[in-house]
C-alpha cells in the first residue's frame, strides 16, 4: 500500500532554534513531493520538489529530495512563534489522476 | 491569485440530515478534490473530479457524493449526515498540467450532532 510517513507528529522549540521536518515515502510511479503550511485555514503551498538533491529555498525555509532513500527534509532557521502550524507533506503520482497523499502532519509549536 | 473558495466556514447539523458544501474556484482549474482532515489522521481523499460531469472516488467515498454540473464548482453530499463524519473538509483545486501544485478553500468545520 502506498504511504507517506512524516516524523516528528509534533514538535515545541524555542525562537531561534533550527528545526528539521522529516518526509518519507513508498509509492508507484513516483511525480513530485509537495510541503504545505497549514495554519488555522487553507494550507499554503511551500515547495515543489522533483528532482534529487536540489534543495528549494525562501528565506529561512529550505527543502530537499533524496529519490534514491525516498524521502525529503524540511529546514527552518532561527524560527519564529510565526512558524508555529501544521506542515504537510504529499506525494504526487503519475497514475493518480492528479490528487496527491498526503502525510499526517507536522505539528510545529514555536515558543516565545 | 488563485482563490477556492467555500461557502461555510462552520456549520452544524443534525444526524440525518442531507447536508451540501459547495466550493468554486475562479482559476479555470480542470481538477477538483475534495479532503477531509481529522486529528492523528492526516488528510484524506473524498472524491475528485478532473473534468465536468467527471468524478472519481479518494480513499474513503463511502456515505458521500459529488456533483460537478460546471467546471467552477464542486460540490460534496453527504446524503444522511453521520456523527462520524464530524470533521474538517477541504475542498482543492489544480490545473491538468504536470507538476501543477494544489490551492485550498479555507475548509468547512462539520460538526454532526
Known amino acids: 500500500e502506498d504511504k507517506v510517513v512524516q516524523s516528528p507528529l509534533s514538535l515545541v522549540v524555542h525562537e531561534g532554534d533550527t528545526v528539521t521536518l522529516n518526509c518519507s515515502y513508498e509509492?508507484?510511479?513516483?511525480?513530485?513531493l509537495l510541503w504545505y503550511k497549514q495554519e488555522k485555514k487553507a494550507p499554503t503551498f511551500l515547495f515543489m520538489l522533483?528532482?534529487?538533491?536540489i534543495e528549494k529555498k525562501s528565506g529561512r525555509l529550505s527543502s530537499i529530495l533524496d529519490k534514491k532513500e525516498l524521502f525529503s527534509i524540511l529546514n527552518i532557521t532561527a524560527t519564529q512563534t510565526g512558524d508555529s502550524a501544521i506542515y504537510l507533506c504529499a506525494v504526487e503520482q503519475g497514475n493518480s489522476g492528479y490528487a496527491l497523499n498526503f502525510g499526517k502532519g507536522t505539528s510545529l509549536l514555536v515558543t516565545p | 491569485d488563485v482563490k477556492v473558495t467555500q461557502s461555510s466556514r462552520y456549520l452544524v447539523k443534525r444526524t440525518g440530515e442531507k447536508v451540501f458544501l459547495e466550493c468554486v474556484q475562479d482559476?479555470?482549474?480542470?481538477?477538483m478534490f475534495w479532503y477531509r482532515q481529522d486529528p492523528g489522521l492526516g488528510l484524506r481523499l473524498i472524491y475528485f473530479?478532473?473534468?465536468?460531469?467527471?468524478?472519481e472516488k479518494g480513499d474513503i467515498p463511502e456515505g458521500y457524493s459529488v456533483s460537478r454540473e460546471k467546471k467552477e464548482r464542486f460540490s460534496l453530499i453527504l446524503e444522511s449526515a453521520s456523527t462520524n463524519q464530524t470533521s474538517m473538509y477541504l475542498c482543492a483545486s489544480s490545473s491538468h498540467r504536470v507538476n501543477e501544485k494544489l490551492f485550498f478553500g479555507s475548509g468547512t468545520q462539520l460538526s454532526v450532532l
Open positions: 522533483t528532482s534529487s538533491g
Open positions: 473530479s478532473y473534468d465536468v460531469k467527471m468524478k
Open positions: 482559476m479555470d482549474h480542470e481538477n
Open positions: 509509492v508507484t510511479n513516483f511525480r513530485s
